[in-house]
């Protein structure tokens, strides 16, 4: 009914941030409890996933959002 609603073409990569964006908040919940636990393997584990599943979203998701600039002018 409204003449400037657009369909979502990116809802593949969207679903895929979605994805990464779970594990991502696992892995940051997961990092305290290993610690506490000194299980020092895991933690190592743990890191490797977040610094991963946050370069992913850097690129595929951050680096992609509109700047301010363009989401004042598109109102």
């Known amino acids: ?6 369909t979502n073409k990116e809802f593949k990569r969207d679903m895929f941030n979605v ?8 892995a940051l919940v997961l ?3 290993y610690i506490v ?3 020092f393997m895991a933690v190592g584990v ?3 996933v977040i610094v991963l599943a ?3 979203l850097k690129v595929n998701w951050y ?3 509109p700047l301010h600039n363009e989401v004042e002018s598109k109102s």
């Open 1 to 6: 009914q409204d003449p400037n609603f657009q």
């Open 63 to 65: 680096d992609r959002l």
């Open 31 to 33: 990092l305290p409890i």
């Open 46 to 48: 743990v890191v490797g």
């Open 37 to 39: 636990l000194m299980d």
């Open 54 to 56: 946050s370069s992913i």
């Open 19 to 26: 994805a990464v964006g779970v594990v991502w908040q696992t």
